[in-house]
Nanobody, 127 residues
Framework: VQLVESGGGFVQPGGSLRLSCAASGFSFDGHSFGWFRQAPGKGRKEVALINPTDGSDHYSDAVKGRFTVSSDIAKNTIYLQMNSMKPEDTAIYYC?????????????????????WGQGTQVTVSS
């Protein structure tokens, strides 16, 4: 089972990045996915969630209107388009998956409730 994130990097405030999360070793169908981020000294927090099966999604208030989560079932890949980025978006971004047929899992403790995690990709927003 693998989730591999890519697309992180350095961007100036106001800029954009697109993260990808490629899933392998388990059935894409029957799982719901999430993007989470962890800034230095802080806990891991939800960014955006998506269920490719029914298209449901959810965004944290911090990114709503700026970030868009999407999926490509044929490629077993989840994406996070990040626009109008701010310095406070700086963090390690993680992709995660949980066995869930329909809907998304909004959890106060995602590290213990999501089944699979990627290794993370660093995103830095700075001038």
């Amino acid at each position: 089972v693998q989730l591999v994130e890519s697309g992180g990097g350095f961007v100036q405030p106001g800029g954009s990045l697109r993260l990808s999360c490629a899933a392998s070793g388990f059935s894409f169908d029957g799982h719901s996915f999430g993007w989470f981020r962890q800034a230095p000294g802080k806990g891991r927090k939800e960014v955006a969630l998506i269920n490719p099966t029914d298209g449901s999604d959810h965004y944290s208030d911090a990114v709503k209107g700026r970030f868009t989560v999407s999926s490509d079932i044929a490629k077993n890949t989840i994406y996070l388009q990040m626009n109008s980025m701010k310095p406070e978006d700086t963090a390690i971004y993680y992709c995660a998956a949980v066995r869930l047929g329909l809907g998304v899992l909004i959890s106060p403790d995602p590290e213990n409730e999501y089944d699979y995690w990627g290794q993370g990709t660093q995103v830095t927003v700075s001038s």
